[in-house]
């Protein structure tokens, strides 16, 4: 394979094995996470340690602007206010 014929991104669910042989065969490619793993972790981990429930949806929500963000400002601001939302 020609190394210009490489993927410049690999999007995965952060499996071990597959992370340790991309690493391996594709060194200089950027490596994410996929958006919809990273989100049933997030769910997963929060539901345990979020109280009230009531603060759920606003978590969640924040955390969905943290996702989506824009710019590196927009990404900082939405940090901000996923901490205050979950330090309440």
């Known amino acids: 394979m020609r190394v210009d014929s ?13 992370m340790n042989a991309i690493n391996v065969v594709f060194s ?3 490596y994410l996470l996929c ?10 981990k ?5 109280h009230p429930k009531e603060a759920w949806d606003q978590v969640m929500e924040s955390w969905g602007a ?3 963000f824009q710019n590196v400002e927009s990404y ?3 940090v901000e206010v996923f901490n205050i939302v979950c330090s309440i």
Not at 6 to 18: E, F, G, Q, T
Not at 35 to 44: E, G, I, L, S
């Open 76 to 78: 900082e601001h939405r």
């Open 46 to 50: 929060c539901k345990m340690i979020v």
């Open 28 to 30: 200089k490619v950027a």
């Open 66 to 68: 943290i996702v989506d």
């Open 35 to 44: 958006r919809f793993h990273t989100d049933k972790n997030v769910k997963a």
């Open 6 to 18: 490489y993927p410049k991104v690999v999007v995965s669910d952060r499996h071990i094995a597959l």
